[in-house]
Structures are given as C-alpha cells and as structure tokens.
C-alpha cells in the first residue's frame, strides 16, 4: 500500500488543571446532537469525566476504539497517592461497561475529533476548556494508506459481535421491506 | 416540543409514597418562566398561608432553572422552596453544583415533595425509576458522609446527592441542605426537609436530551458569554476589592488577602470591627493556612470558575467549601487563627449548618453567658477557650441537647426564650434571621432598601451591578462607566459619573431618592433573572460588569425557549415572579413593618429620610405603604387572582385599592 501523510490529531490532558466542570461532556453531546447544537445530554459524549470530588480525582477520557469483548482482566491505577476506578483510563466501549455507548441504543459512539465542514479550529471540548485542562496538538506523520471506517459501520459491526451476521441481515432485509 | 425545559415535574408524597411525573402547563413558563418564578406559583397556589413550616401540607420543592442543563454557561442552580421554620415566610434558598442539571437529564424540571415519612427515606430518581428507599442506617450520619454512602450502595459514583446532617433531622432552624462542593443554606430548608424524614434525594439521569429552539443562535450567544467571561477574569476592574474586581461566587476559595472582609466586618457577636487586624504577620500565616489545606479549586457544572475548593485538613475527613464560611466561625469565635476556621467548617458542613447563622448563634450564647443571662450550669463541662466552646456548642446545637436545643431555633426565637434582657442580644437579625455581621458608618440608601426589602434573607444575593463605593475621581468613574455596557438605560452612567466620596453629592443624600429606587430594583431585577433561569449570580447579578445582562439575556432565553422575548417582556416576567414572592409573604402577615434593618446596623442613621426613602421605593414596586401589593400593580401584571384573594383576605385596609 501506498505512503500517504496523516494529520494526527491530539489532545493533550492536564489533570491537574482540571476544575471538574464537565463543560467538555456537556459541549460534545451538543456538538453531534441533529441538528448541531439542538439537544445536550453528556451521556452521548464521546468525552467523561471520571469524577470523584473528595478523592480528588478528576480524569477526562476520550471515547476510543469499540471491543467486542471485555478484557481478560482489569486494571486498577494508582497515581500520586489517587486510587482510580477500574478501567478508568481505559478509552475503549467495551460490553463490560456502559460508558461510550448510546445511552438508547446501546451501539457504541466514539471521539471524532469534531468533524466537520468547514473544519473547526479544534475539538469543542477543547475550546470549552478554557482552564487549559485540554490542549489540542496536530502534527503530520507518513502512514500507510488505510481504510477508513465509518460511524455506521463500527454500529453494525458491534451489532454482527452481539447478534451475528445472519440475523441482522435477515433484520435489514425485513426493515428494507417495510420501508 | 418543550425547549429549554424537560416539560414534566415529579410530585412524591412522603405520606402515602405516591409518586407521580406530571407535565407542566407551558403557558407557565411564559408567565413566570421556571426556578424561583414557578416555585412561587406553586406554593401560591398549593400553599395556603395557614400551613406551618412542619406540617404535612408544606411543600419543600427542588427546582431546576429555564436554562439549567443547556449549554448556558453556569446554568446550574437548583432553586429550594418551602416555608422556613425561622422566618416563617416562604424560603428561596439554592445551590449551585451539578444537581439541577442531573434533575434535567433525568427528566424533570422540579422535585416536589410534599408529606411526611413516618421513618427517614431517601429518594432515588434514575431517569423514569424513582424509589423511597429505607434511610434508617443513615440516621445521624454526615452530609458529606452520607452522599458518599448512597452513591456506593447504588453503586452510581456518576449520581448526584443533595442531603441534610444531623442539624436538619433534628429540625435546627438554620440547618442546611448539602450537596457536593455547593449548599443551600439560609432560612432552615435543612430543618423542613428533615421534617419530612427524608434524609437525602440521589439523581442520575441518562436518558432526557434537554433541547433548544434555535441551536445556531444559541450556541453563539453562549460563546459569547464564556469569551466575556475569561476576558473579564483577565481584566479586573481598577479600584475594587480582589472578589469584586473578577467574576465568581466569589472567589473566597482562590482569594488569600481578606484585610477587606476582617477589617470592615464585624467579630463576636456582630459586634467589633478590627480595624488594623490585617497585620503582614496574619497575611502570611493566613495565606499559607488556605494554600496548605486548599487541594484543588474546583467548578460547578458547565461553568469555567472555579469558586470552590477541595478542603483538606489533616485530621479530619476532606469536604468541600466555597465563598464566606472560612471566616465566618473565625470572626464570630474570636479567634486569629485561619485553621480553626477550616477545621470547624468541616464538622459544620457533615453536621449540615448554614454558616452565616450557625456561628452567629453560638457567638450570641457566648456574649449571653459573659452578661450573666446565661449561666455557667447552661454551659456544663464546655472549655473555656473560645475554639473549644465554639465546638461544644456546635455539638449541642446539632443534637438539641440542653441549652443547644434553645439555641437551634436561631437568635430570634432563642432570645424569646431565654428572656431577662436576651432579645438586646439578638440584634443582628432581618426578619427573625441572622444577618451578614457588617455595621457600618454612615447610612448607605441603596443598601438601605436592599436590606430591607430583599426577602432572600442574603444581602449578597441581590446586591451586585453597581458599585458599593463611590470614587474619589473623576477619572476614575469615567474609566468605569466607559465599557459599562450592562446598564439598562445611560443614565445609570450618569448617576456614577455624578457620586462623590465627600460632599454634596455623596452619601445618605447622593445617588438621591428616585435614583436609589432605580438601582435597586435594576439589581434586584437581574437577580430574580438568574434564579428563574437558574443562571449563578457569581457570572450575573452578583458582579459589576457581568456576562449575563439585561440585554443579552432575552436574546439567550428566546433562543433556548423559542419563546418571544425583549428587554421590556423579560422585565415584566422578573417583575411578576418579585411580586409573586412578596404576595406569598403578605399572606404570611409580611408587612411594612418586617423591612426593617438591624437598628445598630450604621451609625449615623436619617430616620425621616430612610421613611422618605422606603414610601418611594415602595411606590416604585407598586406595594402600598404597607408594603402589600396593589391592586392596580397585581392586574397589570396578570396577577388579578393574587388581588382578589388580597381582598377576600381583608388585607387591603378599607379604601384603599
């Protein structure tokens, strides 16, 4: 395959500059609300907090790859002193938990960096961070050409892993039919 | 569709455990808006003025505001409304945090509670599941405490609780509601909801998109309000103290120097100001106190600022505060040292206090005692330092034990009691609740009517868009009125521009009358904004120079609601939720004579003038110079049913209206 050049796109995240605020949740689901900006819930951000006040723990997670399956183990994290939940850091929507899934649909949703047309300058929940929490980073690499996956596929994929392939052809093909 | 709002309440009686969602009628939302606005439509209409603050038939209502949950910037607030066991009159008080925005995303724009629960409950709301659930493991626990065990045994850590201490289940009259880093805190909520045997309400909400009308305009204008608001954090304005030069609630948390706050407020009992109290040795002994237990500064829900902290002192459970209360206990003990005032705040916080009140009460008890009115046997086996008897007494108070069962129902009602001359010492009060402890000098006219008038029972809660203090010159006031874009009309500008320190155009006599009138009710007017959208005062009414402002705001709330609005209509709203309030103490017997100030309040008082100062402001509100409501003023804001039950009631005096 080809060489092509690939803007990564990165966030980086201070921890420690955090207020707990959760304006980035709240901007995210407003974001890829339809229309844009018509409805918030923070339970369809593609970006949590993992949020304890009295422990001091404030960690902003971006909602990453869908796994078919949950680990084989967990993990727990312990960092200056801080004892994170389970799987705190871990970005993936994975069946052992209900964080980056539609809270109607159950179907995974993922960070898209905010996509859109024109671009925007950065990600919203950066610019919502205006404690500098999230700072937006981009630099360009040289990949290989890969196919890009979109929104719906990753949906039917995770739901071909819950119901296999046969009967969610035969569901489609019954709903096409209906029209 | 409903915008901005979810459209439906949830009404719990405690008695009989019924539970139902109920839609609201969106005709109200034009009317009174939501927040405070229909909480006291509510308790006008379900309410009756007969119903004593621990009956059954008392509502306590959580609400949201019209803008809470939507991307408005510090659209937080959950707006608590009953009738408070102190004052006797229907309470407004709130809290900031992360509650109301949950209550929305489950689904509900108020909690209304009414009955009582023959044993202590907590309530569970997980969008459209609500359940009473068994509390008795609970009983006595901390406020703090107590959220943390119900979010681990639901097993919810993203839930969000809002519950009382020892102080409300026991029914003080000063006991607070606390959730998270925010409380609500005057006029005993705490003490009605323990009342009810309800120990705490949990929420979490998942399903519920809170949506608004125009997205694109929407979303603009709330950029605009976070961009104001960053440039005005970075941009303080010249001449003002550190809490009012920037936003916030105010920044107590992120504030070190409080020469302002010691030297001009009053210590003990509302009693001594120390005027050269902030000595560089304090200032450095005090600046590292805060630095050493202040573990992070910390934000409400969807707003940039960070007013509160994560308090941790070693010894003690961590908790969380924000605003006065670190001083509050230091000054009201008599105590130099700024860690006494961290560490009792924690034990006041699990006990659930309002920490205006709280330390007010037992400093009036220690200067009864010291006058012999109180005797040595009320104070058994209490220390004699001024910390230790602040903890015994805080102890007794929460618990109702001995003479603390006296002193829960605040300085008013306990001087009643004590009798032999206690009622002297009880003087710091505005219709029977303790006050900020400020006196002052010379009479100040425009806080004159605040204080008198502001049923909210906190000054700082409606004090905020013009400056407190007039200054020296007039370069100075030509600076500051050059980017005043926030004024309802230019000549607030000039009124400014003319205020003098000195002479003939400074105080009691400058800004005059008429002017006076005007800018109270320009402040109050913003306030009663903010609470029916449920918009935090720390970036609105509270501050000079605001993001939210009379001009911007009827552009935010039509674009959420999709509900026409203009400067005049938004006015017109504030002005009926104002009247509504005042209409629903009136009924309660509020009168003239309750708008009464603490006497030793300024030395020099103008008793003709401040009677010239209240006919005109009562005129301007459109009350009688009983301070009722008139009946002209009531059917012009379609409030023709507050006049008639005016009238059935007797409350007008013949020929009058």
């Known amino acids: 395959m080809a060489k092509i050049k690939k803007k990564i796109k990165t966030i980086r995240i201070d921890i420690e500059k955090c207020n707990g605020c959760r304006a980035c949740e709240m901007i995210c689901s407003a974001f890829h609300a339809n229309p844009k900006y018509s409805s918030n819930n923070p339970e369809r951000s593609r970006i949590r907090m993992v949020r304890d006040p009295l422990k001091d723990i404030y960690l902003p997670v971006y909602a990453g790859e869908y796994a078919a399956a949950e680990c084989m183990g967990r993990d727990i994290y312990i960092l200056d002193g801080r004892e994170y939940e389970e799987c705190a850091f871990c970005r993936a929507a994975c069946p052992s938990r209900d964080l980056f899934h539609e809270p109607d649909s159950g179907l995974p949703i993922k960070c898209d960096m905010c996509e859109d047309e024109p671009p925007l300058e950065q990600p919203l929940c950066v610019k919502w961070c205006v404690n500098d929490a999230l700072i937006y980073e981009e630099r360009e690499e040289e990949v290989e050409e890969e196919e890009n996956v979109d929104d719906v596929e990753i949906g039917l994929r995770s739901l071909v892993d819950k119901h296999g392939m046969e009967k969610l052809v035969d569901t489609i093909a019954r709903m096409s039919q209906k029209g | ?210 949506n608004v009308a125009r997205p694109e305009e929407f979303i603009k204008l709330c950029d605009e309000v976070l961009e104001y608001t960053m440039w005005r954090q970075a941009n303080p304005i010249p001449g003002q103290i550190p809490i009012t030069a920037i936003l916030g609630s105010p920044q107590e948390m992120l504030e070190c120097d409080e020469k302002w706050h010691t030297e001009n407020f009053v210590w003990g ?76 705040a924690q034990r006041a916080t699990e006990y659930g206090i309002d920490g205006f009140s709280g330390p007010q009460v037992m400093a009036f008890a220690v200067e009864l005692l010291e006058a012999g009115i109180l005797t040595e046997k009320d104070f058994e086996g209490c220390p004699t330092d001024n910390e230790g008897r602040f903890y015994w007494l805080l102890d007794r108070i929460v618990r109702r034990e001995g003479i603390g069962d006296v002193l829960a129902d605040g300085t008013y009602w306990a001087a009643k009691k004590i009798g032999n001359g206690a009622e002297e010492f009880a003087h710091n009060n505005i219709r029977k609740q303790e006050q900020a402890p400020l006196k002052l000098g010379m009479l100040n006219p425009i806080y004159y009517l605040m204080y008198s008038t502001n049923e909210k029972g906190n000054i700082t809660q409606i004090e905020g868009q013009f400056p407190q203090f007039a200054y020296p010159k007039l370069e100075q006031r030509e600076a500051f009125v050059k980017d005043w874009f926030q004024v309802p009309d230019d000549r607030f500008k000039e009124y400014f521009l003319k205020w003098e320190p000195r002479g003939e155009f400074s105080m009691p006599f400058y800004p005059g009358i008429k002017e006076c009138c005007e800018i109270v009710d320009w402040m109050e007017r913003m306030h009663y904004i903010d609470d029916a959208c449920g918009v935090c005062t720390g970036l609105s009414a509270f501050h000079l120079k605001p993001p939210y402002h009379i001009h911007n705001y009827p552009k935010i709330i039509s674009a959420a609601t999709g509900i026409d609005m203009d400067e005049e209509e938004l006015t017109k709203i504030s002005k009926r939720d104002r009247q509504l309030v005042r209409a629903n103490n009136v009924r309660r017997g509020l009168r003239r004579a309750d708008d009464t100030p603490p006497e030793d309040h300024w030395k020099k008082r103008f008793p003709e003038y401040e009677k010239q100062l209240l006919d005109a402001y009562f005129e301007f509100k459109g009350w009688n110079m009983d301070g009722v409501p008139t009946k002209e003023s009531l059917q012009e804001l379609d409030l023709a049913y507050v006049a008639e039950d005016f009238e059935q009631r007797g409350i007008y005096k013949d020929g009058e209206d």
């Not at chain 2, 008392?58 to 408070?84: C, D, E, Y």
């Not at chain 2, 959220?147 to 639901?154: A, F, G, H, S, T």
């Not at chain 2, 202040?294 to 924000?322: Q, W």
């Open chain 2, 1 to 210: 569709m409903r915008y901005a709002e979810t459209g439906y309440n949830l009404e719990i009686d405690l008695s009989t455990g019924n539970i139902e969602r109920v839609e609201t009628d969106p005709r109200w939302t034009e009317l009174y808006l939501g927040g405070l606005g229909t909480n006291a439509k509510i308790m006008w209409d379900r309410v009756p003025p007969e119903t004593e603050p621990f009956s059954p038939d008392n509502l306590l209502i959580f609400s949201t505001g019209l803008l809470g949950g939507t991307p408005a910037v510090g659209a937080n607030r959950t707006m608590i409304t009953t009738i408070s066991p102190q004052t006797q009159f229907m309470a407004y008080s709130m809290m900031g945090g992360f509650f109301a925005p949950e209550m929305k995303y489950a689904g509900y724009d108020k909690i209304i509670i009414r009955g009582k629960s023959p044993k202590l409950v907590y309530l569970w709301i997980k969008d459209d599941k609500v359940e009473i659930r068994d509390a008795s493991h609970l009983a006595g626990k901390g406020a703090v405490e107590t959220q943390e065990l119900i979010k681990r045994e639901l097993k919810e850590p993203r839930a969000h609780v809002a519950a009382i201490g020892l102080a409300g289940e026991n029914r003080v009259f000063f006991a607070s509601i606390e959730q998270g880093r925010s409380s609500a805190s005057r006029q005993g909520l705490g003490a009605v909801m323990g009342d009810k045997g309800l120990k705490a309400i949990a929420v979490r909400g998942t399903t519920k998109d809170i």
């Open chain 2, 269 to 344: 009992n509302a009693r001594t100001r120390r005027k050269d109290f902030w000595s560089k040795e304090i200032e450095q002994k005090w600046t590292e106190t805060q630095l050493n237990v202040r573990t992070r500064l910390i934000s409400c829900y969807n707003c940039p600022l960070k007013c509160g902290a994560l308090i941790s002192v070693p010894g003690v459970a961590r908790y969380m505060m924000k605003c006065f209360s670190k001083l509050t206990y230091t000054m009201a003990a008599y105590v130099d040292d700024l860690d006494f005032g961290f560490r009792i």
